[in-house]
C-alpha cells in the first residue's frame, strides 16, 4: 500500500529515446512529473499482475496522455482480464480518447518474447505469487561488429563492403586472398539486460530467464524474521532475492516493494548484501545507467 516513504511500484526503461513503463502503481504520472520524465516519449506499458498497487495509476495516466493529444496507438502488456479494467476506463473516461489502447495478453505460465525491434527483445516469464503474475526481461540484441580504421585503409576495402564487415563477413582481395574478419573489426560491447521481478515467493525456477542480467530488481517485501508471513501471502525476502540474485550470477540486484511495516530498510538491505554484497535499494527517482 501507498506510504508516506514510499509510492506504489513503476519503473521507467529508456531505450533509444523510447520509455517503456513497468507496471503503473497509483501515483504514477505525478512521480514522472516530479522526476521529469517526458511523458509524450511512453512507447509501451508492461503490467506485471493485477493487484491495485500495480495497475490503479493507468486512469490518471491515460486520461493525462488524451489531454496532451497523443494519437499514436499505446500497447499495453498484461494478464487478459486487463483488457476488462481498460473496457471500464474507456466506458466512463476515454469515449474520446484519440489514441487506441492495444492489450498484447501474456501468457503466465509461459516463458514468451513479447516485443522485439532492431535493437531490442523483451521476454515475459511466470512468476509464483497470489494471482497470475510475470516478470519481464529486457535484451538488448547484440551489435554489430566494430571497423578497425586502419586495417580497413590498409587493405583499400570499398565503403561499400563495410556493412557486410561489420555484419561479422570476411574480405577477399582482388586476387582471393581472405582477409580474416577479426582482423579487421572487434567486436560489440556485450548486450545488456535488466530484468524484473516483482511480486513472488522465492523461486528459482526464475533463474534460467534472468541469469547474467546486468541488474536484476527482485521484491524484498520481509525481513527474514517474517519469512512465515512472506511464504503465507506469495512474497520473497530480502536473503530469498539475494539468493536469486547470486545463482543467477546477476551483476547488480536493486530490491523493492518493502512492506509498509518497515520505515527503515538497513535490516533488509543488511541481509541482502551479506549473501549478494552489490545490493542497492530501490528508492523512488533511482536512475541506474547500464
Do not use: C, M, W
Given at each position: 500500500m501507498p506510504t508516506t516513504l514510499h509510492h506504489p511500484p513503476s519503473q521507467l526503461i529508456d531505450i533509444d529515446e523510447k520509455l517503456f513503463m513497468i507496471d503503473c502503481g497509483e501515483g504514477t504520472q505525478l512521480q514522472m512529473r516530479k522526476f521529469k520524465s517526458r511523458i509524450g516519449?511512453?512507447?509501451?506499458?508492461?503490467?506485471?499482475?493485477?493487484h491495485g498497487d500495480h495497475?490503479?495509476?493507468?486512469?490518471?495516466?491515460?486520461?493525462?496522455?488524451?489531454?496532451?493529444?497523443r494519437t499514436g496507438d499505446l500497447t499495453i502488456y498484461g494478464h487478459q482480464d486487463l483488457q476488462k479494467f481498460i473496457d471500464l476506463l474507456i466506458n466512463y473516461f476515454g469515449q474520446h480518447f484519440p489514441f487506441r489502447i492495444n492489450l498484447h495478453p501474456l501468457d503466465p505460465y509461459n516463458h514468451q518474447v513479447i516485443m522485439e525491434n532492431k535493437s531490442m527483445r523483451v521476454?515475459?516469464?511466470?512468476?509464483?505469487?497470489?494471482?497470475?503474475?510475470c516478470g519481464f526481461l529486457f535484451e538488448e540484441k547484440?551489435?554489430?561488429?566494430?571497423i578497425i580504421r586502419e586495417r580497413?585503409?590498409?587493405?583499400?576495402i570499398p565503403l561499400h563492403c563495410l556493412s557486410s564487415i561489420k555484419a561479422g563477413e570476411d574480405f577477399v582481395t582482388a586476387d582471393g586472398t581472405v582477409i580474416a574478419?577479426?582482423?579487421?573489426?572487434?567486436?560489440a560491447a556485450p548486450p545488456r539486460k535488466y530484468a524484473y521481478c516483482s511480486d513472488t515467493a522465492y523461486f528459482p525456477e526464475i533463474i534460467p530467464y534472468i541469469e547474467n542480467a546486468d541488474?536484476?530488481?527482485?521484491?524484498?517485501?520481509?525481513?527474514e524474521t517474517e519469512l512465515p508471513r512472506a511464504k503465507q501471502t506469495f512474497h520473497s525476502t530480502a536473503r530469498e532475492a539475494a539468493e536469486i540474485a547470486r545463482a543467477a550470477n546477476v551483476k547488480k540486484l536493486v530490491i523493492g516493494h518493502f512492506s509498509s511495516r518497515y520505515n527503515e530498510l538497513d535490516q533488509l538491505l543488511k541481509e541482502a548484501i551479506a549473501v549478494f554484497p552489490d545490493t542497492e535499494l530501490a528508492n523512488e527517482g533511482k536512475v541506474i545507467e547500464l
Open positions: 516519449k511512453l512507447h509501451s506499458i508492461f503490467i506485471s499482475h493485477l495497475i490503479f495509476g493507468l486512469p490518471g495516466l491515460l486520461s493525462t496522455l488524451s489531454l496532451l493529444g521476454h515475459s516469464f511466470p512468476l509464483n505469487h497470489r494471482i497470475a503474475t547484440e551489435g554489430q561488429r566494430h580497413i585503409d590498409f587493405y583499400q574478419n577479426r582482423s579487421l573489426t572487434y567486436p541488474v536484476l530488481y527482485h521484491e524484498a517485501t520481509f525481513a
